[in-house]
């Protein structure tokens, strides 16, 4: 690989939390990164390190994803090093009272517009012999209640990243998913936010039905959130993921994670009860 594409990076969604902290750690390792941001957002987050540069990037708009490609395809003519696709969102909610539009603009977001970035970048990491990693997270294996579209979401790139990995093999492109638990970023505010805000918008119907287990939920998430983990332990993954001679094909990240999957081998029935009851209890 030359130089020149040996060191570039693109990353989705690098403004903050994962995102911003992977940037700042493969920059200051030598890469240089290409974080995206989007266009309402501004660059000022990602200014001030000479090894980050800022590019617009909204993962649901064609023509967006085709100005970053042209921008990129000019600096680093050689190809990528690698593509991680971490651009997300969260709209939590009752997924009979969940607004379609809602669940369409998270599936949009997260599996689509991965998908879309990715096709995009392809020629560039297939030049570079480059590789791509896939933000996941655990709730891609192990759902709570009313994070239905998160969870399947990231259900489906979990096919999508097997199905790549498969898929680009014969040019020894790698491909690893990373699933994070609980990890300390500005997605929780946002979350929590979002979630008041529909949970105002819901029909009285929804809140005789759901009140209490949606007020439950939203202590459960408080809770978690100020025993969350670091972004660093994801940014490990990813390094990784990036820069070893054989990177994993996942990387589970966190011990809440690695919790939440091995209650996956009782009885769902069982895990069923004690998620309910965890989350009655507020997360106690």
């Not at 660059?43 to 970053?68: C, H, Y």
């Not at 997270?137 to 990231?154: H, L, R």
């Not at 999508?160 to 699933?179: C, F, H, K, N, T």
């Amino acid at each position: 690989m030359s130089a020149e594409s040996s060191k570039a990076v693109v990353i989705t969604g690098a403004s903050s939390g994962i995102g911003r902290a992977c940037a700042e750690r493969l920059a200051r390792e030598g890469f240089r990164i290409f974080g995206t941001h989007l266009p309402q957002e501004g660059a000022t987050a990602l200014e001030g390190m000479n090894a980050i540069v800022p590019i617009q990037l909204d993962v649901t708009d064609s023509d967006s994803i085709a100005r970053a490609v042209e921008r990129v395809s000019a600096e680093c003519e050689s190809g990528l090093w690698g593509l991680v696709n971490n651009a997300g969102v969260d709209i939590p909610g009752p997924l009979e009272f969940l607004p379609l539009e809602r669940l369409r603009d998270q599936l949009e977001v997260n599996v689509i517009g991965q998908i879309a970035v990715t096709q995009a970048f392809l020629p560039l990491i297939r030049k570079g012999r480059g590789r791509i990693v896939m933000i996941g997270s655990i709730d891609g294996k192990a759902v709570t209640p009313f994070q239905g579209g998160y969870g399947a979401s990231k259900h489906a790139i979990e096919a999508l990243a097997d199905a790549l990995r498969l898929e680009l093999s014969a040019w020894s492109i790698p491909v690893s998913l990373v699933e994070p638990g609980d990890i300390a970023t500005p997605i929780w505010e946002k979350s929590l936010a979002l979630a008041d805000r529909m949970l105002s918008e819901l029909p009285e119907k929804a809140h005789d039905l759901y009140g209490t287990q949606m007020t439950a939920a939203r202590a459960t998430a408080v809770k978690m959130a100020s025993k969350a983990a670091p972004p660093e332990t994801v940014v490990r993954a990813v390094y990784h993921a990036l820069t070893a001679r054989r990177p994993k094909t996942r990387y589970l990240v966190g011990t809440d994670a690695r919790i939440r999957l091995a209650l996956e081998i009782l009885p769902s029935r069982w895990v069923d009860r004690l998620i309910m009851g965890f989350i009655a209890r507020g997360g106690k």
